[in-house]
């Protein structure tokens, strides 16, 4: 039979993860909706004030929600952050599929969420969805290039101690809206697999035929930003799990539970 210490060890575990996959779904959930659902109402028009709204709103929801989540779940709110700070050991690759899950289905709720406050809008922009207009290769290219600079500052400003962690979400935020005014016009300015999965599905279509561009971009963005940074950091001494010790605390439960048995 289970000792009752490994019970609560279990307990505790599953809690604090449960409320970091929802943090992780809240937050993509609020990039998704304010984000693509601007490109919906905007009516996408690849003008300037169009163009400069969408980024805005990208990169204004990026800063709040990893302002507001980050102490909780470290708030990547990206399939492709999630896969580069474990490829920078900054994060446990136990937990990268779940929190992928938790991304997909908070982008996907967003998108039907626009699907039943404005359908027929929504269905007229493709649900703000991402459609390369220059090629497949090109676009792949593209999206792994703006996703390893947005890679480089995740790390920078949440995993190395010589940075303020005031920068922690306002560095991406502004990265991530920089990157849209460059990409938009060519790729739809992705940098996030979730983000683009979610109004493909409700698309359709050539969003849909187009979807693995998404995918396959910036994960290996975030792949060849995650090994840079390493490469530059000048050693692990500077790093720390993002966010710090985030995990250590589970890992050192069992001690405390121990040492409070013998208390």
């Known amino acids: 039979m289970e000792e009752p210490s490994k019970r609560l060890e279990h307990h505790f575990m599953r809690l604090t993860m449960l409320r970091r996959y929802a943090a992780e779904a809240l937050g993509t959930y609020a990039y998704v909706f304010i984000g693509c659902g601007i490109r919906i109402v905007s009516a996408h028009t690849n003008s300037s004030a169009d163009l400069l709204l969408t980024a805005l709103a990208f990169g204004f929801t990026l800063f709040a929600m990893t302002f507001a989540l980050s102490h909780i779940s470290a708030a990547p709110i990206n399939p492709a952050m999630t896969f580069g700070l474990a490829i920078a050991r900054r994060f446990p690759w136990r937990y990268v599929v779940p929190y992928w899950i938790a991304q997909c289905t908070g982008a996907i709720a967003a998108s039907a969420t626009h699907d039943w406050l404005f359908s027929q809008q929504a269905r007229i922009n493709h649900f703000g969805a991402t ?46 809206t920089v990157c849209i005014f460059f990409a938009e016009p060519l790729t739809g300015g992705s940098l996030n697999s979730a983000r683009s999965l979610a109004p493909a599905l409700f698309a359709g279509g050539a969003a ?46 069992p001690a405390k539970l121990k040492q409070t048995k013998n208390e």
């Open 131 to 176: 459609i390369p207009i220059v090629s497949d290769i090109k676009a792949v290219v593209i999206e792994a290039m703006i996703t390893c600079f947005l890679m480089l500052v995740v790390l920078a400003s949440a995993t190395d101690r010589r940075v303020s962690r005031a920068l922690i979400g306002l560095a991406p935020g502004i990265t991530v």
């Open 208 to 253: 849909l035929n187009h979807i693995w561009i998404y995918w396959l971009g910036p994960l290996a963005g975030a792949a060849l930003g995650a090994l840079i940074y390493e490469s530059l950091r000048g050693g692990t001494i500077y790093a720390t799990e993002i966010p710090e010790d985030i995990f250590e605390g589970i890992k050192q439960l």
